[in-house]
């Protein structure tokens, strides 16, 4: 199974990094405008709307439409795992019901002195089954461009200037 990785320095500590992902804000504010995100609902482990906190359990169902083009896509986006210690915190999610067959995403956050190394690690299966599995070595390359602008928007929001 293919996996895209990547990982980037951020001048902030920890706990400032990880509270940001900790909220489906951060998850909207890393998501670029022409991507055309929508939340459409956010429900805790427990059933509750509009959770504070992205823990483990939450569905966050969302749809996007790219440039405004052709039908939304639309998936569930489930948090399956969530730890948070001192020096590490990490959290992995799913996607259920959305164009990837497979995708588990973890975000991995390490304390190193007031700054914050994140890591991002996917593992995927592209659509239309064989020929994916063919083009699954060059999914990566399609991540690439959007994980670098997450992560760019990552600095740019939560490093002091």
Known sequence: MPV?????RVAA?????????????GLEALTPAWMNLE??????????????ELVAGTEIEMSM????VGPRQRWTSRILDREA??????FRDDMVGGPFPRW???HRFVADG???VLEDRVEYELPFGPLGDLAGVF???????????????????????
Do not use: C, N
Request: hydrophobic letters at 25%; a negative charge; charged letters at 35%.
């Open 4 to 8: 895209y990785q990547r990982r980037t």
């Open 13 to 25: 500590p920890l706990e400032r990094v990880w509270e940001f992902h900790s909220e489906v804000s």
């Open 39 to 52: 939340i459409e609902s956010v429900r805790g482990p427990d059933g509750e709307a509009d959770p504070d």
């Open 65 to 68: 439409r790219p440039f405004g």
């Open 85 to 90: 210690g001192e020096e590490t915190a990490w």
């Open 104 to 106: 588990v995403h973890t």
């Open 114 to 116: 007031d700054e914050t």
């Open 139 to 161: 999914g990566g390359v399609g991540f690439e461009g959007m994980f670098r602008g997450r992560h760019a928007e990552t600095k740019r929001l939560l490093e002091e200037r």
